[in-house]
């Protein structure tokens, strides 16, 4: 069965840093852009950061813009998010998603098809 499994979530203190992991199977990984959304406790699902097929092109909201690196490994069929001086509105449960449906935008959610169940993330001192 298809999946995608994302993992690394877990309480932080403000300015730490951080690498989510999400682990794709079932689909050939490396034929599909990914994106990672997160949703904050009350709030709407929100674009992180989307990369293509290749890795060679990365799109990122002005969120998180400079603190936030999306990169993917196709041989380990694994994308990651490296998170860095995290702050306490980071805390979220963090989604990846797979497969662009044509073109549609990066940042809006139903652009994308598959979904994994999320890992949160608690930035607290």
């Known amino acids: 069965q298809a999946q995608l499994v994302e993992s690394g979530g877990g309480l932080v203190q403000p300015g730490d840093s951080l690498r989510l992991s999400c682990a794709g199977s079932?689909?050939?990984?490396?034929?599909?852009?990914m994106a990672w959304f997160r949703q904050a406790p009350g709030k709407e699902r929100e674009f992180v950061a989307s990369?293509?097929?290749?890795?060679?092109?990365?799109v990122y909201s002005d969120s998180v813009k400079g603190r936030f690196t999306i990169s993917r490994d196709n041989a380990k069929n694994t994308l990651y998010l490296q998170i860095e001086s995290l702050k306490p509105e980071d805390t979220a449960t963090y989604y990846c998603?797979?497969?662009?449906?044509?073109?549609?935008?990066?940042?809006?959610?139903?652009?994308?098809?598959?979904w994994g169940q999320g890992t949160h993330v608690t930035v607290s001192s």
């Open positions: 998603a797979q497969g662009q449906r044509g073109n549609g935008p990066v940042e809006m959610s139903t652009t994308w098809a598959y």
């Open positions: 990369i293509n097929l290749s890795g060679g092109t990365k």
């Open positions: 079932g689909r050939p990984f490396s034929g599909y852009a």
